[in-house]
């Protein structure tokens, strides 16, 4: 599939960022309860570490999440999300206030809030505006990147026994109806992804890294997070901490597929992915 006419770059805060050439999302969880990392970053000192890793290690993206998305995470109030993403903000914007910076976040509330306060470019929403009625207005108003994500439920129940008719099929239909909605009030810099792990069996997500090179048709950047999540580990038969090798595998398959952003937890190694993936295009 020609991939050559997607949206180039995107407007993030005044900062045209240019995606002729693959991007890598640097994950921060600030949540004690993450499936991965929850609870090492919880501490200032520890949240600092951490931000100088990702920066260091050549992200591009600064993804901060202060809600836990796993299987069976209860949602969470705004006041809780803030009191959390607060103290991991103040430090992005002290230490490196040139950092691209996305939050991970369903409350429309919170959207506002570190737009408003923390010059937060990005809101990345797992639901895409199904979870807060009021998060498609609110984007719209505050001018930031939006990230619309394909989930099936709600984090607490999206894991028990997801059904699609077509699961290619279904998240196009998804994303078609939120991207025309999103259009009538005006937001154009918006990122799709395909939501890997969410409401989804491991064939659902096998089927949709087969099919992912199909999400071009929308003209937009695509965004993966493959990271460590169950369909790689429990395809290996590894525990999580062991996953990162698999991790590697599907995101070179999905920049082979056109992805644009890599969302992980191991910068280091996807930017390095990314060089290789160029290098493969006679690009370095």
């Known amino acids: 599939m020609e991939i050559l006419n997607k949206k180039k770059t995107l407007n993030c805060g005044g900062k045209i960022v240019d995606f002729s050439d693959p991007k890598v999302m640097g994950i921060l969880n600030v949540t004690p309860d993450s499936f991965y990392d929850g609870g090492r970053y919880i501490t200032n000192d520890a949240i600092e570490r951490r931000v100088e890793e990702i920066v260091s290690s050549g992200a591009d993206f600064i993804d901060v999440g202060a809600a836990s998305s796993r299987p069976g995470a209860k949602l969470i109030p705004p006041d809780e999300e803030l009191e959390r993403l607060e103290p991991a903000l103040d430090i992005i914007r002290k230490r490196h206030p040139e950092s691209i910076v996305s939050v991970d976040t369903y409350n429309s509330e919170v959207a506002r809030n570190v737009a408003e306060n923390y010059g937060v470019e990005i809101i990345n929403d797992i639901s895409s505006g199904t979870i807060d009625g009021r998060m498609f207005e609110t984007i719209a108003s505050i001018g930031v990147v939006y990230v619309i994500m394909h989930m ?133």
Do not use: W
């Open 152 to 284: 099936q439920g709600r984090p607490e129940n999206m894991h028990l026994n997801p059904v699609y008719d077509d699961v290619t099929n279904d998240v196009i239909h998804f994303f078609s109806e939120k991207t025309a909605g999103l259009k009538k009030l005006g937001v154009c810099d918006v990122i799709i992804d395909p939501g890997f792990g969410f409401g989804k069996s491991p064939e659902h997500n096998y089927r949709l890294v087969k099919d992912l090179d199909v999400f071009n048709f929308f003209d937009l950047p695509v965004l993966t997070g493959f990271s460590r999540k169950s369909m790689v580990y429990k395809l290996l038969g590894l525990p999580p901490e062991d996953a990162l090798a698999g991790t590697i595998a599907f995101n070179t398959i999905a920049l082979i597929k056109g992805a644009d952003i890599l969302r992980v937890h191991d910068v280091k190694e996807a930017v390095e992915t990314v060089s290789v993936y160029k290098a493969m295009r006679g690009e370095e």
